[in-house]
């Protein structure tokens, strides 16, 4: 609580009905007074877990949450266009195709959704094993899922037509499909990374070992041209791997920042990850971002780090702009933030939810910035400057 500067809030309007409230009715006018944000999305009824836009046009947001449910609604209103319905569990994966025709909504249970989003009705479900991460391929109606058992799933939309990767008997903790559509990166639990060849069907390339992370694979990147991928681990390191040869090009660790206080030795072995990751496309950057609160800008050329930008709270995502060289966080102290990579500093800070963000989205000419959070909504932001 020591970030909160009360003297601001103003006595008279922090009023004992909005402290008292778990709801979000009273929170914006009580403790959380500022809220940036241009539109409200509130008909989830509990914690949001993960947003998308529509490529083609930006003007729909997919959001999935706690309660078992999925909406498809309209960006500049909040209108909800359709309910994605029949998930019996946690929808922590949605997204739409390439081309904005379909939406995939997966729930942890392992059950997946296809949704024609002009007809606004289901064409296709398959279930499996519990639902680790889900991706749409960047130019066909192809949909890639990794699951706890360790298989990578792929299908044709809505033929179904299916191939399984088999990974190791661990959990595929998380995958991406390269710019040339015909490979796919996916990490796994046990620190192992594989590139599939995903007409074939066999994997390409195996980091394990010394090449491998130490500890579970979180997140995985791709830089524009499908040449270099970046990995991301529990163990606090981030890999960067020529995506041709296979090879580490190099190792990011973040040295360990000294604790804040003596802990229990449990506790400081979990206290940092990496949690987010991308490449920059207009120069060779690329942003780490760390959960204790880290971003770190990594220059490729010298493969050296170039900024640290500290956050009061860790870091739940990154998104780099598509035309510049500013990258966007989102954190667990429910903030969205925007630094420029070349000086390393701050340009603003978005602010609205009275909770984390759990994940976030940046629309193609970053105009607009959409949230999702522990406090059961989803918010707009519009942070379109004259000065960028």
């Not at 990974?167 to 990490?187: E, F, H, M, Q, S």
């Not at 980091?207 to 041209?225: E, I, R, Y």
């Not at 090879?247 to 400081?268: R, W």
Request: include cysteine; charge should be negative; glycine fraction near 8%.
């Amino acid at each position: 609580m020591e970030d909160v500067d009360f003297e601001e809030e103003g006595a008279e309007e922090a009023d004992a009905e909005a402290w008292e409230s778990e709801d979000d009715e009273g929170v914006e006018d009580g403790m959380e007074a500022q809220d940036d944000s241009e539109v409200t999305f509130s008909l989830h009824s509990a914690s949001v877990f993960c947003v998308s836009l529509d490529p083609k046009t930006n003007t729909l947001a997919v959001t999935g949450g706690e309660d078992d449910k999925a909406f498809v609604w309209r960006v500049s209103d909040g209108e909800l266009l359709f309910e994605c319905s029949g998930h019996k569990d946690s929808v922590t994966c949605a997204g739409f195709s390439h081309d904005s025709v379909f939406v995939a909504t997966g729930d942890m249970s392992g059950l997946i959704k296809v949704w024609r989003v002009d007809a606004k009705e289901e064409v296709w479900s398959f279930e499996v094993g519990d639902l680790e991460w889900m991706e749409w391929h960047p130019q066909a109606h192809v949909l890639l899922a990794g699951t706890a058992d360790g298989n990578t799933w792929m299908w044709k939309i809505p033929s179904g037509d299916c191939k399984t990767f088999q990974g190791p008997a661990c959990p595929a903790t998380c995958g991406r499909i390269l710019p040339d559509g015909k490979r796919a990166v996916v990490g796994y639990e046990d620190g192992t990374m594989r590139i599939w060849d995903l007409k074939q069907g066999t994997s390409l390339h195996v980091l394990k070992g010394q090449d491998g992370h130490q500890d579970p694979l979180t997140c995985v990147a791709s830089n524009q041209d499908g040449s270099l991928i970046m990995t991301g681990s529990v163990d606090c390191h981030a890999k960067l791997v020529n995506s041709a040869t296979g090879k580490v090009v190099c190792v990011f660790k973040m040295e360990s920042v000294t604790p804040k206080a003596p802990i229990s030795e449990g506790e400081e072995a979990e206290s940092n990850s990496v949690e987010s990751l991308g490449f920059c496309n207009v120069m060779p950057l690329a942003a780490v971002g760390y959960l204790d609160g880290t971003l770190a800008i990594y220059d490729l050329s010298t493969q050296s780090l170039r900024h640290k930008c500290q956050h009061e709270s860790g870091i739940v995502q990154l998104l780099w702009e598509e035309s510049s060289a500013v990258v966007y966080t989102c954190s667990l102290d429910g903030a969205v933030r925007l630094w420029d990579a070349r000086s390393g500093k701050m340009i603003s800070e978005y602010r609205g939810h009275s909770a984390e963000i759990l994940d976030f989205a940046v629309n193609k000419d970053a105009s607009i910035v959409v949230t999702t959070s522990g406090d059961h909504q989803a918010k707009v932001f519009c942070v379109q400057r004259p000065d960028r």
